[in-house]
Every structure is written in structure tokens, then in C-alpha cells.
């Protein structure tokens, strides 16, 4: 599974991105697919993720501003960024999970200038 993302760069505080992962192919039925961020200096986190049944799981920090999709026919993945905040400037991650994989893709800069 290759993971390619797009979107992203830079926005104003208070203003709005939108991030897309697409993957090469979903190899099994039951698959999580979600994006985690890691700025300078810190761990990568989670943001937010869907698994195959829908349900979609947002961190705290996110919660209420940020939008996790998809698009099954088109192996795709969005986050709608909204109301955003320059504690969002990060390297953005998608990430495939299915029993033993997990992939990420190569990330994707998010800056957010006050």
C-alpha cells in the first residue's frame, strides 16, 4: 500500500486547509486509515481517524474544528482544517492500518501563522 498526500502549506490563524491521502489499494475490508501530526521537537500524535465502518475517532485538540472523510471509491481520505491555530504547524501524516500493515505517507506541511 503506497500512501500519496497532498494539500496542506500555509494559512493564517483562524483560516482553513484541506488535506487529501489517497492509498494504492486497500488490500483487506477492515482497514483504519487517519492522519497524525508531529511538530519540531515533539512525538507524532494522533488527529484523526475513520476505520472501515465509519466511526472516526478526533484528538481533543482537534475536536470540533478539524473534519475526517472519505471517499471509498477513491481510496481517499480528507481532513477539512478549519479555525486554525498556530499550535496546527506540523508535518502531517497518512497512515494505513490493517491487521499487521501500517504505512505512512510522506507528509505533508501544515504552518499556521498568527
Known amino acids: 500500500v503506497q500512501l500519496v498526500e497532498s494539500g496542506g502549506g500555509l494559512a493564517q490563524s483562524g483560516g482553513s486547509l484541506n488535506l487529501s491521502c489517497t492509498a494504492s489499494?486497500?488490500?483487506?475490508?477492515?482497514?483504519?486509515m487517519g492522519w497524525y501530526r508531529q511538530a519540531p521537537g515533539q512525538e507524532r500524535e494522533l488527529v484523526a481517524k475513520?476505520?472501515?465502518?465509519?466511526?472516526?475517532v478526533y484528538a481533543e485538540s482537534v475536536e470540533g474544528r478539524f473534519t475526517i472523510s472519505r471517499d471509498r471509491s477513491k481510496k481517499t481520505i480528507y481532513l477539512q482544517m478549519g479555525s486554525l491555530k498556530p499550535e496546527d504547524t506540523a508535518v502531517y501524516y497518512c497512515?494505513?492500518?490493517?491487521?499487521?500493515?501500517?504505512?505512512w505517507g510522506q507528509g505533508t506541511q501544515v504552518t499556521v501563522s498568527s
Open positions: 475513520m476505520d472501515s465502518a465509519g466511526e472516526t
Open positions: 489499494d486497500t488490500l483487506f475490508s477492515l482497514f483504519t
Open positions: 497512515n494505513y492500518q490493517s491487521g499487521h500493515i501500517n504505512k
